[in-house]
T-cell receptor
């Protein structure tokens, strides 16, 4: 596709379960970012992948959160033992050049 | 530590008038600033940006002003149109890495 795609678009899970969120970046984009937006909040940076460099994980809120990017393309954000405060819209973005981030539509996660 | 702040959660203007959205930042290392527009159930879309070496950038109805001494930027939309109604996020980056976003301002343009 032409843009960043994310799946699923909506995810409802029970507290304590693990979830995986997927991001397909724009083909050729070397940088990939994960952000989340909690209700009434701005976008909060989570993690950043750039090429083959070690990812910048400084935004991950706890060790329950992890992400990987396979083959420099698709990325998966995993949240283990989900908590209610993890409920948010998780947004993925990709870019070819610095400051040129294109966002996907997001995954709305609801933890009951 | 909120490094980028949008102090107005909402703004309402009449169609045809000017919309002015404001943003303040605290990190002097930020060298690039962007405005994104977000509709419900969609991801943010890039609107306009400005480098710290400039004080103004214009694109059609949209103009961004940067006042580095005040660590303040603003987005002007003129004339405002009902289709401009959305949440506007201010964002800043330091050397082209991750973006730091403000909380967003809900703009409503009334016909």
């Amino acid at each position: 596709g032409a843009g960043v795609s994310q799946s699923p678009s909506n995810k409802v899970t029970e507290k304590g379960k693990d979830v995986e969120l997927r991001c397909d970046p724009i083909s050729g984009h070397t940088a990939l970012y994960w952000y989340r937006q909690s209700l009434g909040q701005g976008l909060e940076f989570l993690i950043y992948f750039q090429g083959n460099s070690a990812p910048d994980k400084s935004g991950l809120p706890s060790d329950r959160f992890s992400a990987e990017r396979t083959g420099g393309s698709v990325s998966t954000l995993t949240i283990q033992r989900t908590q209610q405060e993890d409920s948010a819209v998780y947004l993925c973005a990709s870019s070819l050049v610095p400051n040129g981030q294109f966002f996907g539509p997001g995954t709305r996660l609801t933890v009951l | 530590d909120q490094q980028v702040k949008q102090n107005s959660p909402s703004l309402s203007v009449q169609e045809g008038r000017i919309s002015i959205l404001n943003c303040d930042y605290t990190n002097s290392m930020f060298d690039y600033f962007l405005w994104y527009k977000k509709y419900p159930a969609e991801g943010p879309t890039f609107l306009i940006s400005i480098s710290s070496i400039k004080d103004k950038n214009e694109d059609g109805r949209f103009t961004v002003f940067l006042n580095k001494s005040a660590k303040h930027l603003s987005l002007h939309i003129v004339p405002s149109q009902p289709g401009d109604s959305a949440v506007y996020f201010c964002a800043a980056s330091d050397r082209g890495s991750r973006l730091t976003f403000g909380e967003g301002t809900q703009l409503t343009v009334n016909p």
